[in-house]
């Protein structure tokens, strides 16, 4: 079973309906992610085009401030992420918005410690190992 597999099967046992809103939406931004052209990379983009550099910067330092609905639908807006997301995820977009809120520090801290997204082909490991935070 590759990474790719094991992310998927991470993510379907979290939209089981077992799991919490977190685990659900964080899953459904996996495999989002995943999908997306961009990958973390529009994450990025998103948020620091449209003002929110600041928060990339702390985020990738680690720094764990909880984001809101209105600064992810400012970062994420027109990506496509947020409702890939919380149709994946079995939520409202509402729902997916106030969940990211949350998960979207842990993410970025993750996933561009240094500011930079990773290689898509390293995302799937990398994605195993966040969502074993979930789950």
Do not use: R
Request: aromatic share 4%; hydrophobic share 40%; glycine share 14%.
């Amino acid at each position: 079973m590759g990474l790719l597999d094991s992310l998927e099967g991470m993510a379907a046992s979290a939209m089981t309906g077992s799991g919490s809103d977190q685990a659900k939406v964080a899953g459904g931004l996996m495999q989002a992610l995943q999908e997306h052209p961009e990958g973390v990379q529009a994450v990025l983009n998103g948020f620091q085009n449209n003002g929110m550099a600041g928060h990339v910067a702390q985020w990738a330092s680690g720094e764990l401030q909880t984001a809101t609905p209105d600064q992810v639908q400012a970062g994420l807006g027109g990506t496509g992420l947020i409702e890939s997301t919380a149709e994946k995820a079995g939520v409202s977009p509402e729902v997916a918005k106030t969940v990211l809120a949350s998960v979207m520090p842990m993410v970025i801290s993750h996933f561009a410690p240094n500011g930079q997204a990773p290689e898509q082909s390293q995302f799937s490991g990398l994605a195993g190992q966040l969502m074993s935070k979930f789950l």
